[in-house]
Protein backbone atom coordinates (compact mmCIF):
# COMPACT_ATOMS: atom_id res chain seq x y z
CA UNK A 1 0.00 0.00 0.00
CA UNK A 2 1.24 3.70 -0.71
CA UNK A 3 2.39 5.63 1.75
CA UNK A 4 2.38 9.03 -0.01
CA UNK A 5 -1.00 11.32 0.80
CA UNK A 6 -3.26 11.92 -2.19
CA UNK A 7 -4.59 15.35 -3.24
CA UNK A 8 -7.94 14.25 -1.62
CA UNK A 9 -6.08 12.86 1.43
CA UNK A 10 -4.28 16.03 1.88
CA UNK A 11 -8.05 17.99 2.05
CA UNK A 12 -9.18 16.37 4.24
CA UNK A 13 -6.74 16.79 6.62
CA UNK A 14 -7.48 19.41 9.56
CA UNK A 15 -6.67 22.81 9.03
CA UNK A 16 -3.54 24.26 10.65
CA UNK A 17 -3.48 27.50 12.30
CA UNK A 18 0.01 28.46 10.83
CA UNK A 19 -0.43 27.87 7.52
CA UNK A 20 -3.79 30.10 8.26
CA UNK A 21 -1.17 32.33 8.89
CA UNK A 22 1.79 31.89 6.28
CA UNK A 23 -0.80 31.45 3.37
CA UNK A 24 -1.24 34.91 2.75
CA UNK A 25 2.41 35.96 3.56
CA UNK A 26 3.82 33.12 0.84
CA UNK A 27 1.18 34.87 -1.78
CA UNK A 28 2.11 38.52 -1.44
CA UNK A 29 5.61 37.45 -1.59
CA UNK A 30 4.87 36.09 -4.70
CA UNK A 31 3.05 38.35 -6.33
CA UNK A 32 5.46 41.02 -5.02
CA UNK A 33 8.47 39.24 -6.57
CA UNK A 34 6.85 39.54 -10.01
CA UNK A 35 5.85 42.43 -9.85
CA UNK A 36 10.04 43.66 -9.75
CA UNK A 37 10.31 41.36 -12.96
CA UNK A 38 7.45 44.11 -14.37
CA UNK A 39 8.29 46.86 -12.64
CA UNK A 40 12.03 46.61 -14.31
CA UNK A 41 10.60 46.42 -17.86
CA UNK A 42 8.37 49.21 -17.30
CA UNK A 43 11.17 51.19 -16.21
CA UNK A 44 13.77 49.99 -18.77
CA UNK A 45 10.63 50.87 -21.69
CA UNK A 46 10.19 54.24 -20.16
CA UNK A 47 14.06 54.85 -20.31
CA UNK A 48 14.32 53.91 -23.85
CA UNK A 49 10.90 56.20 -24.55
CA UNK A 50 12.47 59.18 -22.81
CA UNK A 51 15.86 59.20 -25.06
CA UNK A 52 14.21 58.40 -28.28
CA UNK A 53 12.77 60.41 -31.38
CA UNK A 54 8.97 59.51 -29.34
CA UNK A 55 10.24 61.34 -26.08
CA UNK A 56 7.98 64.26 -26.76
CA UNK A 57 4.57 62.75 -27.95
CA UNK A 58 4.47 61.02 -24.97
CA UNK A 59 4.77 63.53 -22.83
CA UNK A 60 2.48 64.98 -24.35
CA UNK A 61 0.13 61.94 -23.56
CA UNK A 62 0.85 62.18 -19.98
CA UNK A 63 -0.32 65.53 -19.89
CA UNK A 64 -3.62 64.89 -21.30
CA UNK A 65 -6.42 66.22 -18.55
CA UNK A 66 -8.49 63.74 -17.51
CA UNK A 67 -11.86 64.31 -14.92
CA UNK A 68 -15.40 65.20 -15.07
CA UNK A 69 -17.38 68.13 -16.73
CA UNK A 70 -20.74 69.23 -15.38
CA UNK A 71 -22.37 72.31 -17.07
CA UNK A 72 -20.31 74.99 -15.44
CA UNK A 73 -18.45 72.45 -13.01
CA UNK A 74 -15.60 70.84 -13.72
CA UNK A 75 -12.94 68.85 -12.21
CA UNK A 76 -9.91 68.01 -14.39
CA UNK A 77 -6.32 66.81 -13.57
CA UNK A 78 -3.56 65.76 -15.86
CA UNK A 79 -3.23 61.87 -16.45
CA UNK A 80 -0.31 62.06 -14.46
CA UNK A 81 -1.89 63.25 -11.49
CA UNK A 82 -4.54 60.61 -11.95
CA UNK A 83 -1.87 57.97 -11.60
CA UNK A 84 -0.06 59.80 -8.82
CA UNK A 85 -3.10 60.55 -6.67
CA UNK A 86 -5.98 58.35 -8.10
CA UNK A 87 -4.35 54.88 -8.96
CA UNK A 88 -1.65 55.22 -6.30
CA UNK A 89 -4.47 55.79 -3.29
CA UNK A 90 -5.17 52.00 -4.15
CA UNK A 91 -1.56 50.96 -4.02
CA UNK A 92 -1.60 52.54 -0.26
CA UNK A 93 -4.68 51.02 0.54
CA UNK A 94 -3.11 47.52 -0.41
CA UNK A 95 -0.47 49.08 1.97
CA UNK A 96 -2.56 49.97 4.65
CA UNK A 97 -4.59 45.89 4.32
CA UNK A 98 -1.06 44.58 5.19
CA UNK A 99 -0.30 46.96 7.38
CA UNK A 100 -3.16 46.24 9.24
CA UNK A 101 -2.74 42.13 8.80
CA UNK A 102 0.54 41.82 10.47
CA UNK A 103 -0.87 43.45 12.97
CA UNK A 104 -3.15 41.94 13.73
CA UNK A 105 -2.36 38.32 12.36
CA UNK A 106 1.47 38.36 12.00
CA UNK A 107 4.66 39.35 13.29
CA UNK A 108 3.64 43.02 14.45
CA UNK A 109 1.17 41.68 16.61
CA UNK A 110 3.82 39.99 19.43
CA UNK A 111 5.75 43.26 20.57
CA UNK A 112 8.58 41.50 21.59
CA UNK A 113 8.95 40.12 17.69
CA UNK A 114 7.74 43.30 16.40
CA UNK A 115 10.21 45.85 17.95
CA UNK A 116 13.33 44.52 16.13
CA UNK A 117 11.80 45.61 12.43
CA UNK A 118 9.71 48.68 13.87
CA UNK A 119 13.23 49.83 15.34
CA UNK A 120 15.23 49.22 11.97
CA UNK A 121 12.28 50.92 10.36
CA UNK A 122 12.78 53.59 12.17
CA UNK A 123 16.48 53.78 11.37
CA UNK A 124 16.38 53.41 8.28
CA UNK A 125 14.01 56.38 7.78
CA UNK A 126 16.24 58.78 9.75
CA UNK A 127 19.61 58.27 8.76
CA UNK A 128 19.32 58.62 4.99
CA UNK A 129 17.78 62.22 5.76
CA UNK A 130 20.45 63.09 7.64
CA UNK A 131 23.20 61.96 4.79
CA UNK A 132 20.78 64.09 2.27
CA UNK A 133 21.03 66.94 4.64
CA UNK A 134 24.27 66.82 4.80
CA UNK A 135 25.11 66.85 1.29
CA UNK A 136 22.06 69.45 0.38
CA UNK A 137 22.28 71.97 3.39
CA UNK A 138 21.52 75.58 1.76
CA UNK A 139 20.37 74.18 -1.56
CA UNK A 140 17.18 74.34 -3.31
CA UNK A 141 16.51 70.55 -2.88
CA UNK A 142 17.36 70.61 0.84
CA UNK A 143 13.57 70.66 1.79
CA UNK A 144 12.76 67.49 -0.08
CA UNK A 145 14.46 64.64 1.89
CA UNK A 146 11.59 62.23 2.17
CA UNK A 147 13.00 61.03 -0.75
CA UNK A 148 15.59 59.17 0.54
CA UNK A 149 13.67 57.44 2.82
CA UNK A 150 11.19 54.80 1.51
CA UNK A 151 11.61 51.02 0.23
CA UNK A 152 10.49 49.73 -2.55
CA UNK A 153 8.43 46.76 -1.69
CA UNK A 154 8.19 45.11 -5.18
CA UNK A 155 11.95 45.08 -5.86
CA UNK A 156 13.38 44.46 -2.42
CA UNK A 157 11.18 41.11 -2.34
CA UNK A 158 12.52 40.37 -6.29
CA UNK A 159 15.15 40.47 -5.15
CA UNK A 160 15.24 38.27 -2.42
CA UNK A 161 13.04 35.73 -4.44
CA UNK A 162 16.19 35.42 -6.80
CA UNK A 163 18.05 33.17 -4.32
CA UNK A 164 15.05 31.21 -3.76
CA UNK A 165 14.60 29.05 -0.75
CA UNK A 166 17.81 29.45 0.43
CA UNK A 167 16.29 32.83 1.67
CA UNK A 168 15.02 31.70 5.48
CA UNK A 169 11.75 33.15 5.95
CA UNK A 170 13.08 35.62 9.04
CA UNK A 171 14.48 37.30 6.72
CA UNK A 172 11.52 37.65 4.38
CA UNK A 173 9.13 38.69 7.07
CA UNK A 174 11.93 41.16 8.50
CA UNK A 175 12.25 43.01 5.04
CA UNK A 176 8.57 42.91 4.23
CA UNK A 177 8.09 44.49 8.05
CA UNK A 178 10.49 47.07 7.23
CA UNK A 179 9.11 48.09 4.03
CA UNK A 180 5.40 48.05 5.06
CA UNK A 181 6.73 50.68 7.79
CA UNK A 182 8.81 52.64 5.93
CA UNK A 183 5.60 53.18 3.10
CA UNK A 184 3.13 54.20 5.99
CA UNK A 185 6.07 56.65 7.14
CA UNK A 186 6.22 57.99 3.29
CA UNK A 187 2.54 58.44 3.53
CA UNK A 188 2.24 60.60 6.72
CA UNK A 189 5.43 62.78 5.53
CA UNK A 190 3.77 63.25 2.16
CA UNK A 191 0.28 64.12 3.75
CA UNK A 192 2.35 66.55 5.97
CA UNK A 193 5.55 67.99 3.93
CA UNK A 194 4.44 67.93 0.49
CA UNK A 195 0.59 69.67 1.41
CA UNK A 196 -0.16 73.31 1.21
CA UNK A 197 -2.96 76.25 1.38
CA UNK A 198 -4.93 73.32 3.90
CA UNK A 199 -8.62 73.77 3.60
CA UNK A 200 -10.15 72.79 7.05
CA UNK A 201 -13.80 72.70 6.30
CA UNK A 202 -12.83 69.86 3.37
CA UNK A 203 -10.26 68.00 5.55
CA UNK A 204 -13.26 67.82 7.91
CA UNK A 205 -15.40 66.68 5.62
CA UNK A 206 -13.45 63.61 4.74
CA UNK A 207 -12.96 62.52 8.42
CA UNK A 208 -16.76 62.55 8.53
CA UNK A 209 -16.60 60.19 6.02
CA UNK A 210 -14.09 58.20 7.17
CA UNK A 211 -16.24 57.78 10.63
CA UNK A 212 -18.95 56.90 8.28
CA UNK A 213 -17.19 54.17 6.95
CA UNK A 214 -16.41 52.65 10.21
CA UNK A 215 -20.17 53.32 11.25
CA UNK A 216 -21.14 51.82 8.27
CA UNK A 217 -18.59 48.79 9.46
CA UNK A 218 -20.40 48.17 12.78
CA UNK A 219 -24.00 48.48 11.23
CA UNK A 220 -23.14 44.83 9.55
CA UNK A 221 -22.67 46.74 6.04
CA UNK A 222 -20.70 43.67 4.21
CA UNK A 223 -20.98 45.08 0.26
CA UNK A 224 -17.67 46.10 -0.57
CA UNK A 225 -18.94 48.71 -3.76
CA UNK A 226 -20.50 50.42 -0.73
CA UNK A 227 -17.04 51.07 0.86
CA UNK A 228 -15.30 51.70 -3.02
CA UNK A 229 -18.04 54.56 -3.14
CA UNK A 230 -17.53 55.76 0.61
CA UNK A 231 -13.45 55.86 -0.28
CA UNK A 232 -13.84 57.56 -3.50
CA UNK A 233 -15.89 60.27 -2.04
CA UNK A 234 -13.37 60.83 0.62
CA UNK A 235 -10.81 60.86 -1.52
CA UNK A 236 -12.53 63.78 -3.43
CA UNK A 237 -13.18 65.90 -0.34
CA UNK A 238 -9.60 65.02 1.14
CA UNK A 239 -7.85 66.13 -2.27
CA UNK A 240 -10.21 69.61 -1.96
CA UNK A 241 -8.39 70.08 1.47
CA UNK A 242 -4.69 70.58 0.10
CA UNK A 243 -3.93 67.13 1.52
CA UNK A 244 -2.38 64.36 -0.52
CA UNK A 245 -5.13 61.50 -1.36
CA UNK A 246 -3.45 58.86 -0.73
CA UNK A 247 -3.57 58.98 2.58
CA UNK A 248 -7.16 57.96 2.65
CA UNK A 249 -5.92 54.59 1.55
CA UNK A 250 -3.80 54.06 3.79
CA UNK A 251 -6.65 55.02 7.00
CA UNK A 252 -8.98 53.03 5.05
CA UNK A 253 -6.87 50.13 4.50
CA UNK A 254 -6.40 50.04 8.60
CA UNK A 255 -9.85 50.08 9.35
CA UNK A 256 -10.59 47.50 7.33
CA UNK A 257 -11.68 44.35 9.70
CA UNK A 258 -9.54 41.54 9.58
CA UNK A 259 -11.62 38.95 11.48
CA UNK A 260 -14.22 36.97 9.45
CA UNK A 261 -18.18 37.46 9.98
CA UNK A 262 -18.71 34.36 9.91
CA UNK A 263 -16.86 31.51 12.47
CA UNK A 264 -15.83 27.82 10.98
CA UNK A 265 -18.04 26.42 13.90
CA UNK A 266 -20.84 28.23 12.68
CA UNK A 267 -20.55 27.39 8.98
CA UNK A 268 -20.04 23.73 9.57
CA UNK A 269 -23.48 24.11 11.49
CA UNK A 270 -24.95 25.48 8.89
CA UNK A 271 -24.36 23.10 6.20
CA UNK A 272 -25.08 20.25 8.67
CA UNK A 273 -28.78 21.78 8.86
CA UNK A 274 -28.85 22.31 4.94
CA UNK A 275 -27.65 18.87 4.36
CA UNK A 276 -30.10 17.38 6.31
CA UNK A 277 -33.28 19.56 4.37
CA UNK A 278 -31.67 18.79 0.46
CA UNK A 279 -31.41 15.11 1.90
CA UNK A 280 -35.79 15.41 2.86
CA UNK A 281 -35.90 16.84 -0.51
CA UNK A 282 -34.64 14.12 -2.14
CA UNK A 283 -36.84 11.48 -0.22
CA UNK A 284 -39.76 13.87 -1.76
CA UNK A 285 -40.53 14.80 2.17
CA UNK A 286 -43.43 17.18 2.13
CA UNK A 287 -41.80 19.71 4.37
CA UNK A 288 -39.31 20.22 2.21
CA UNK A 289 -41.65 21.08 -0.82
CA UNK A 290 -43.31 23.36 1.27
CA UNK A 291 -40.69 25.20 2.79
CA UNK A 292 -38.63 25.33 -0.78
CA UNK A 293 -35.21 26.64 1.41
CA UNK A 294 -34.20 28.34 -1.20
CA UNK A 295 -33.12 31.38 1.21
CA UNK A 296 -31.24 28.85 3.04
CA UNK A 297 -28.91 28.08 0.09
CA UNK A 298 -28.41 31.72 -0.50
CA UNK A 299 -26.91 31.84 3.19
CA UNK A 300 -24.67 29.27 2.47
CA UNK A 301 -23.64 31.05 -0.80
CA UNK A 302 -23.42 34.45 2.12
CA UNK A 303 -21.76 32.45 4.89
CA UNK A 304 -19.16 30.86 2.33
CA UNK A 305 -17.94 34.48 1.13
CA UNK A 306 -17.90 35.79 4.85
CA UNK A 307 -15.29 33.05 6.50
CA UNK A 308 -12.85 35.22 4.65
CA UNK A 309 -12.50 38.36 6.46
CA UNK A 310 -12.98 41.79 4.04
CA UNK A 311 -9.28 42.05 4.08
CA UNK A 312 -8.44 38.99 3.15
CA UNK A 313 -10.93 39.43 0.38
CA UNK A 314 -10.17 42.67 -0.51
CA UNK A 315 -6.09 41.51 -0.18
CA UNK A 316 -6.83 38.79 -3.01
CA UNK A 317 -9.00 40.84 -5.01
CA UNK A 318 -6.83 43.90 -5.38
CA UNK A 319 -3.08 43.18 -5.10
CA UNK A 320 -2.61 41.23 -8.29
CA UNK A 321 -4.23 44.93 -9.99
CA UNK A 322 -1.95 47.14 -7.93
CA UNK A 323 1.48 44.85 -8.61
CA UNK A 324 0.73 44.20 -12.08
CA UNK A 325 -1.11 47.57 -13.67
CA UNK A 326 -1.31 50.07 -10.83
CA UNK A 327 2.70 50.00 -10.27
CA UNK A 328 4.04 49.04 -13.68
CA UNK A 329 2.04 52.17 -15.12
CA UNK A 330 3.11 54.42 -12.67
CA UNK A 331 6.74 53.35 -13.01
CA UNK A 332 6.42 53.60 -16.65
CA UNK A 333 4.58 57.13 -16.70
CA UNK A 334 7.57 58.69 -14.05
CA UNK A 335 10.89 56.86 -14.80
CA UNK A 336 11.44 58.07 -17.81
CA UNK A 337 13.98 60.80 -17.71
CA UNK A 338 16.62 62.12 -20.12
CA UNK A 339 19.88 60.25 -19.85
CA UNK A 340 21.53 63.85 -20.64
CA UNK A 341 23.81 64.94 -17.73
CA UNK A 342 24.18 68.28 -19.13
CA UNK A 343 21.98 71.00 -16.99
CA UNK A 344 21.43 67.96 -14.01
CA UNK A 345 22.19 69.56 -10.26
CA UNK A 346 24.85 66.37 -9.87
CA UNK A 347 24.76 67.27 -6.54
CA UNK A 348 21.43 66.38 -5.93
CA UNK A 349 21.75 62.97 -7.70
CA UNK A 350 24.58 62.52 -5.46
CA UNK A 351 22.74 62.97 -2.49
CA UNK A 352 19.92 60.41 -3.09
CA UNK A 353 22.85 58.30 -4.01
CA UNK A 354 24.36 58.49 -1.08
CA UNK A 355 21.15 58.85 1.38
CA UNK A 356 19.51 55.71 -0.33
CA UNK A 357 22.73 53.70 -1.09
CA UNK A 358 24.82 54.53 2.01
CA UNK A 359 21.91 55.77 4.91
CA UNK A 360 19.88 53.11 4.24
CA UNK A 361 21.83 49.71 5.63
CA UNK A 362 23.67 51.88 8.10
CA UNK A 363 20.30 53.17 9.53
CA UNK A 364 18.73 49.53 9.77
CA UNK A 365 21.75 47.74 10.53
CA UNK A 366 22.14 50.16 14.03
CA UNK A 367 18.20 50.71 14.46
CA UNK A 368 18.39 46.44 14.95
CA UNK A 369 21.03 46.47 17.15
CA UNK A 370 19.80 49.04 19.35
CA UNK A 371 16.61 46.93 19.40
CA UNK A 372 18.46 43.86 20.26
CA UNK A 373 20.55 45.44 22.76
CA UNK A 374 17.50 47.17 24.76
CA UNK A 375 14.82 44.39 24.57
CA UNK A 376 17.07 41.45 24.98
CA UNK A 377 15.66 39.67 22.78
CA UNK A 378 18.42 37.93 20.23
CA UNK A 379 17.13 37.36 16.06
CA UNK A 380 15.96 34.30 15.39
CA UNK A 381 18.08 31.73 14.87
CA UNK A 382 17.93 31.78 11.32
CA UNK A 383 18.97 35.52 11.02
CA UNK A 384 22.47 36.70 11.11
CA UNK A 385 24.02 40.27 11.08
CA UNK A 386 25.18 39.77 7.86
CA UNK A 387 21.80 38.62 6.52
CA UNK A 388 20.67 41.73 8.21
CA UNK A 389 23.27 44.51 6.28
CA UNK A 390 22.06 42.36 3.08
CA UNK A 391 18.55 43.49 3.75
CA UNK A 392 19.60 46.93 4.79
CA UNK A 393 21.19 47.21 1.73
CA UNK A 394 18.22 46.12 -0.73
CA UNK A 395 16.04 48.51 1.06
CA UNK A 396 17.85 51.10 -0.34
CA UNK A 397 15.88 50.26 -3.62
CA UNK A 398 13.61 53.30 -3.65
CA UNK A 399 12.38 52.92 -7.25
CA UNK A 400 8.47 53.27 -7.15
CA UNK A 401 8.35 55.01 -4.07
CA UNK A 402 11.69 57.05 -4.51
CA UNK A 403 9.92 58.38 -7.85
CA UNK A 404 6.45 59.00 -6.17
CA UNK A 405 7.88 61.30 -3.58
CA UNK A 406 9.97 62.80 -5.93
CA UNK A 407 7.01 63.71 -8.70
CA UNK A 408 5.36 65.50 -5.70
CA UNK A 409 8.62 67.47 -3.82
CA UNK A 410 10.32 68.52 -6.47
CA UNK A 411 10.43 71.33 -8.82
CA UNK A 412 10.53 70.57 -12.73
CA UNK A 413 13.75 71.76 -13.07
CA UNK A 414 15.33 69.42 -10.29
CA UNK A 415 12.47 66.59 -10.62
CA UNK A 416 14.97 65.38 -13.16
CA UNK A 417 18.39 65.21 -11.19
CA UNK A 418 16.01 63.37 -8.36
CA UNK A 419 14.80 60.71 -10.87
CA UNK A 420 18.31 59.98 -11.88
CA UNK A 421 19.47 60.11 -8.33
CA UNK A 422 16.54 57.31 -7.72
CA UNK A 423 17.43 55.03 -10.22
CA UNK A 424 21.01 55.44 -9.41
CA UNK A 425 20.63 54.64 -5.74
CA UNK A 426 18.35 51.71 -6.60
CA UNK A 427 21.04 50.07 -9.09
CA UNK A 428 24.20 50.43 -6.12
CA UNK A 429 21.22 49.13 -3.68
CA UNK A 430 20.68 45.96 -5.90
CA UNK A 431 23.93 45.10 -6.51
CA UNK A 432 25.66 45.63 -3.07
CA UNK A 433 22.62 43.95 -1.39
CA UNK A 434 22.35 41.08 -3.57
CA UNK A 435 26.47 40.80 -3.26
CA UNK A 436 26.30 40.76 0.51
CA UNK A 437 23.40 38.30 0.47
CA UNK A 438 25.00 35.87 -1.26
CA UNK A 439 28.05 35.70 0.69
CA UNK A 440 25.72 35.86 3.79
CA UNK A 441 23.77 32.72 2.46
CA UNK A 442 27.38 30.74 1.59
CA UNK A 443 29.15 31.65 4.96
CA UNK A 444 26.19 31.09 6.95
CA UNK A 445 23.96 28.27 5.06
CA UNK A 446 20.34 28.69 6.90
CA UNK A 447 18.02 26.31 6.76
CA UNK A 448 15.64 26.79 4.03
CA UNK A 449 12.13 28.32 4.58
CA UNK A 450 9.45 25.57 5.16
Known amino acids: MSSHFTPEDQADLPDQPVRRLLEPVTRFLRIEAISGVILLLAALAALAIANSPWADPVNRFW ?81 DWGVVMVTDTAFVIGALAIFGERVPHSLRTFVLSVAVIDDVAAVAVIATAYSENLQFWSLG ?31 FVVDLSGIHPTIVGIVLGLFTPARPWIGAERFQSMIRRISHYLSAGERGDAHFILTQPAHRVRSIAVAARELLSPLERLEFMLHPWVSFLVLPVFAFASAGISLRIAGLDTSMVTAVIVGSVVGKPIGIFAGSMLAVKLSGTPLPHDLSWTLIAAAGSLCGISFTMGLFVASLAFDSHLLGAATLGVLGASLGSVVIGMTLLAVALRLGKPRPAK
Open 205 to 235: LGALVIVAVIGLRYLGVRLIPVYFLAGALAW
Open 63 to 143: SLPIGIHAGTWSFRLPLTHVINDGLMTLFFFVIGLEVKRELALGELRRPQVAFIPVAAAIGGMLVPPLLYLALQMGQPGAK
